[in-house]
């Protein structure tokens, strides 16, 4: 589980994950290029990983984040509707994970 990660990837092979993944990220987050967006999926799918990428509209890095501020033109900002959404979509992942 991810929420504003980076999403550069360690060059160690998508196809060792075993696990299922889920990544809470800001649409506009300034600190992952769309470059590294694009080559996450790419990799995710090369390796056949069972993943959920959520990008939240008008939502920068640190979205989760009181203390990041409310000045998206900063780079980090707190978002309460991505807060919200992500702490949903969390739960509905672990619940998924978990509730057996």
Same mark, same amino acid.
């Given at each position: 589980?991810?929420?504003?990660?980076?999403?550069?990837?360690?060059?160690?092979?998508?196809?060792?994950?075993?696990?299922?993944?889920?990544?809470?990220? $800001?649409?506009?987050?300034?600190?992952?290029?769309?470059?590294?967006?694009? @080559?996450? =999926?790419?990799?995710? !799918?090369?390796?056949? &990983?069972?993943?959920?990428?959520?990008?939240?509209?008008?939502?920068?890095?640190?979205?989760?984040?009181?203390?990041? $501020?409310?000045?998206?033109?900063?780079?980090?900002?707190?978002?309460?509707? @991505?807060? =919200?959404?992500?702490? !949903?979509?969390?739960? &509905?992942?672990?619940?998924?994970?978990?509730?057996?």
């Amino acid at each position: 589980m991810s929420f504003h990660g980076s999403l550069k990837s360690p060059d160690q092979g998508a196809g060792k994950i075993r696990c299922k993944i889920s990544v809470q990220h $800001g649409a506009i987050d300034p600190f992952v290029p769309e470059a590294d967006v694009t @080559a996450f =999926k790419k990799e995710m !799918e090369e390796g056949n &990983v069972d993943y959920v990428l959520t990008q939240y509209s008008g939502a920068v890095h640190s979205f989760t984040m009181e203390s990041a $501020g409310n000045d998206p033109s900063k780079g980090a900002a707190y978002n309460k509707n @991505a807060d =919200k959404r992500s702490w !949903e979509a969390m739960k &509905v992942f672990f619940a998924e994970l978990f509730d057996r």
